[in-house]
């Protein structure tokens, strides 16, 4: 298939591409293009004259499909709120993919979003990276394990207090992280000394921890939840203390500590901001944060933490970060490149080149626009909505 005739905002090194081409093969991108290149004449072509062609929009951090839309405890399957510490958990067993959140997703554009473990617990369980267009989650995801979620702050606290049992306290919660991370990079030793010492007997098998080799291996990143400054920095301390990759999921005091995160080459997933400050560790939110870590350089994205803010909003919230600051090409590279790079995913989505899956969002109007809707939705080559429906 080829799409000719479009403005093309590669979101990579080419920039925009007036007049472009994009030729899809098996739901990759293989080529991309501007007039003066050569075009290889085959295939159905579809002429998008007068529309601009983006990536498709990636979500970073939300509870898609973990809280189901319309449902109460029925649908509820995001916090396990029966041990403090639960990396063993995964996500792909609890979301349900006929959630119809998620085709109001993808007819928003969002192609990609990152869902898990919801903040109850202090170490939550396993993310994944995964299209919102499929029927079996394991047909639709792009990415697991994508990291492991641990939460700081109210949220832990509140939980366990009514439980009367630790964590009631930050420094409980901090305990319950570290004491985990200490038994799996322990555990972690002990594996790996037995494997190349025949006098040295394997740890005996443990979920938690075998849950977070590829965390202490740096295969995946620790997902940080956190508001406040305190637990922001409670976070960085942490990740320092085990050597772990990370990011700070919220950071909804970023704006007072911009600088500090800059020092520390911090990154963020920035969000929610369209909704009110619901706890006090929300005092702060501005939709003024974003632009604020942009410009002390800290790497930022978007965010909705559906189901706070319908994922089909992502696109607005990027527009409310415009309106408070933000230029308009850092809040596509907020939900696009940036993103994709935070969670590792770059290699597959997040930019139109080659290799790339054929994941595009097709506008008449600028998409930050809010009266702007997509004219076609594509996921991994196939029309979706708009243009030609595939089945």
């Known amino acids: 298939m080829l799409l000719y005739g479009a403005k093309i905002y590669t979101m990579d090194e080419k920039g925009i591409i007036e007049n472009g081409w994009i030729q899809i093969e098996n739901g990759k991108i293989v080529a991309v293009g501007g007039p003066d290149c050569q075009i290889e004449d085959n295939?159905?072509?579809?002429?998008?004259?007068?529309?601009?062609v983006y990536p498709g929009f990636i979500d970073a951090h939300s509870h898609i499909g973990m809280w189901e839309d319309s449902l109460s405890f029925e649908g509820d399957d995001g916090n396990e709120e029966t041990s403090p510490c639960t990396p063993h958990l995964r996500a792909i067993d609890a979301i349900n993919p006929e959630d119809k959140c998620f085709s109001e997703a993808l007819a928003a554009g969002i192609t990609t979003v990152v869902t898990g473990p919801g903040s109850a617990n202090p170490v939550g369980g396993q993310m994944v990276a995964l299209k919102t267009f499929g029927r079996r989650v394991d047909d639709m995801i792009v990415k697991f394990p994508l990291g492991v979620?641990?939460?700081?702050?109210?949220?832990?606290?509140?939980?366990?207090?009514e439980k009367n049992q630790t964590p009631m306290t930050r420094m409980g919660t901090a305990a319950v992280i570290r004491e985990q991370l200490l038994r799996a990079k322990e555990y972690l030793s002990l594996l790996e000394k037995s494997k190349n010492d025949s006098d040295t007997d394997a740890p005996e098998f443990d979920i938690k921890c075998h849950a977070l080799i590829p965390l202490l291996k740096r295969e995946v990143k620790a997902h940080f939840h956190a508001h406040r400054a305190d637990d922001i920095f409670t976070s960085i301390r942490i990740a320092k203390e085990f050597e772990l990759d990370y990011c700070i999921v919220h950071c909804t005091d970023g704006s007072r500590i911009s600088d500090i995160l800059a020092q520390e080459n911090a990154e963020v997933l920035c969000g929610p901001i369209l909704c009110d400050r619901s706890k006090p560790e929300m005092s702060a939110?501005?939709?003024?944060?974003?632009?604020?870590?942009?410009?002390?350089?800290?790497?930022?994205?978007?965010?909705?933490?559906h189901p706070v803010i319908p994922a089909q909003y992502l696109v607005l919230c990027a527009a409310l970060a415009v309106k408070a600051g933000l230029a308009e090409e850092d809040a596509l590279r907020a939900i696009t490149t940036v993103p994709a790079k935070i969670c590792g995913i770059d290699n597959r989505v997040g930019s139109i080149k080659p290799g790339m899956d054929a994941d595009l969002v097709v506008f008449e109007k600028n998409p930050l626009s809010c009266y702007a809707d997509p004219c076609a939705v594509v996921c991994e080559g196939k029309f979706i909505y708009g243009g030609k429906q595939n089945d």
């Open 43 to 52: 295939g159905e072509k579809i002429d998008l004259s007068g529309m601009s």
């Open 149 to 161: 979620k641990f939460a700081l702050g109210e949220n832990p606290k509140s939980v366990y207090n």
């Open 285 to 305: 939110l501005t939709p003024k944060t974003a632009a604020a870590l942009v410009e002390k350089g800290v790497k930022t994205a978007i965010i909705t933490d």
